[in-house]
C-alpha cells in the first residue's frame, strides 16, 4: 500500500454516514498519515436529499472514529457550484488549505474512493493526485437509509434497521436528531417529494426563473409548500403549453410577487438568459429552468405583495445575501452567482 502521501482525500456527501462510508474510511486511513474528507453540498438550505449540515456530518464521522483515528482526520466543506471546473478548484483549495502547504506537489496527494456509477464521475476530475481504487464496500445505499429514517410509520423498525445500517454513534446521534424540528419539516418534505413523483414523474420537465433587480436589490418570494417550504426563491414555475420562455418568465414573476410593472418594460429590462439543467439541480426530477435577468430601472422599489405560491414577497440588498446562503430553495443562490448578480465567497 503506498504509505508516502501528504494525505488521501475521501469525498462524498455522507448524507448521512454509513457502514459503507466507514469501511472506506478505514482503507483510507490505511494509505496515509492522516486523511482529509470532503464533505459536499455544503452551507445549502437542508432537504430531503441533504438533510444534515456540513458541521454535523462531521460530527458524525468523528464520534465513529476511535480518539487516534480521530485525530488523523481533517474535513472540508465544499458547496455545490453547479459547475465542474469551479467544484474541483474549490477542492483543491480546501485540501490545500487543510494541509497548510500550497506548494505541495501533487504526487504527494491520494484521492481515494470507487466508482459506484455515473454519479462518481468527479473522481476523475483531479488527475494529478494519485487515485487509490477501492473495492465497494458492501451494497449499503445512503438513499435507502433516508427512506427507512423517513418513510417509515413505525420509529421502532425504522430503529432497528438503521442500526445494522450505520456506525452505532451514527445511529445515536440519529436517534437524537429525530426529536429536533428539523426532522419534522424533512419527513414532511420527503412525503412531499414521493407524492409529486409518483402525480407528475421524474420529467424532464421546462420551467422559467424570474431574478428582478433594481438598485442593489434582489426579488425574492418565500415558498409556501414544500418542498422548500419557508426557504426564499426566485419567483417561477412551468412554462404553460402555448406561452414562450419570456411570456412565462413574465407571467410567474408577476403571478407570485405582484410586481406592478409592465410586460413591455420587463422586456425591455431583460439583461440576460441563462439555463440551468445539471442533473442534481431539483429533488423532483429532470427539471431544466431558464432563468431570465430583468434589470430594471433605479429609483423607488417597486411595492410586491407574495401571492400564489409565495407566501411572501420581498426585496433584499445585494449585499445581505451571502448571510443567506443557507436558506435559498435548491440552486437559486448559485443561479444568482452565475449571473454574476452575487459573486460566491
Known amino acids: 500500500m503506498p504509505s508516502n502521501f501528504d494525505a488521501a482525500i475521501l469525498i462524498g456527501r455522507f448524507q448521512p454516514f454509513h457502514n459503507g462510508h466507514a469501511a472506506l474510511l478505514r482503507e483510507t486511513l490505511a494509505r496515509a498519515g492522516r486523511v482529509i474528507v470532503v464533505i459536499g453540498s455544503s452551507f445549502r438550505s437542508r432537504n430531503a436529499k441533504n438533510p444534515f449540515t456540513h458541521e454535523e456530518r462531521a460530527a458524525m464521522i468523528a464520534a465513529s472514529l476511535d480518539e487516534a483515528d480521530a485525530r488523523r482526520v481533517s474535513f472540508v466543506p465544499v458547496r455545490d457550484y453547479y459547475d465542474d471546473r469551479r467544484w474541483a478548484a474549490a477542492v483543491e483549495e480546501g485540501v490545500r488549505t487543510s494541509l497548510e502547504k500550497p506548494d505541495a506537489a501533487a504526487q504527494h496527494v ?123 426563491a426566485i419567483p417561477g414555475g412551468f412554462l404553460e403549453g402555448r406561452e414562450r ?33 445539471h442533473p442534481d439541480r431539483s429533488q423532483r426530477g429532470r427539471i431544466i429552468t431558464h432563468a431570465h435577468w430583468f434589470d430594471l430601472p433605479s429609483g423607488d422599489l417597486p411595492t410586491v405583495q407574495g401571492a400564489d405560491d409565495a407566501a411572501e414577497a420581498r426585496w433584499f440588498p445585494v449585499a445581505r445575501l451571502p448571510e443567506m446562503e443557507a436558506d435559498f430553495f435548491e440552486d437559486h443562490f448559485a443561479i444568482l452567482d452565475r449571473l454574476g448578480i452575487l459573486p460566491l465567497r
Open 110 to 232: 491520494a484521492l481515494a474512493g470507487f466508482h459506484k456509477d455515473a454519479s462518481t464521475y468527479y473522481l476523475s476530475l483531479f488527475p494529478h493526485w494519485s487515485f487509490v481504487a477501492l473495492e465497494r464496500q458492501g451494497e449499503i445505499d445512503a438513499t435507502a437509509i433516508r427512506r427507512i429514517y423517513f418513510d417509515t410509520g413505525n420509529a421502532d423498525a425504522a430503529r432497528a434497521s438503521l442500526q445494522s445500517l450505520v456506525p452505532p454513534a451514527v445511529a445515536r446521534y440519529l436517534d437524537a436528531w429525530a426529536a429536533l424540528p428539523a426532522f419534522a419539516a424533512m419527513r414532511e418534505e420527503y412525503g412531499a417529494i414521493e407524492a409529486y413523483k409518483k402525480r407528475w414523474g421524474i420529467g424532464p420537465f421546462v420551467t422559467l426563473d424570474a431574478v428582478a433587480t433594481a438598485a442593489e436589490h434582489v426579488l425574492l418570494v418565500r415558498r409556501k409548500h414544500p418542498p422548500g417550504k419557508g426557504l426564499w
Open 245 to 277: 420562455l419570456l411570456q412565462g418568465a413574465i407571467r410567474e414573476l408577476k403571478e407570485e410577487t405582484g410586481l406592478d410593472v409592465s410586460d413591455a418594460a420587463l422586456a425591455g429590462a431583460l439583461r440576460a438568459v441563462a439555463v440551468f439543467d
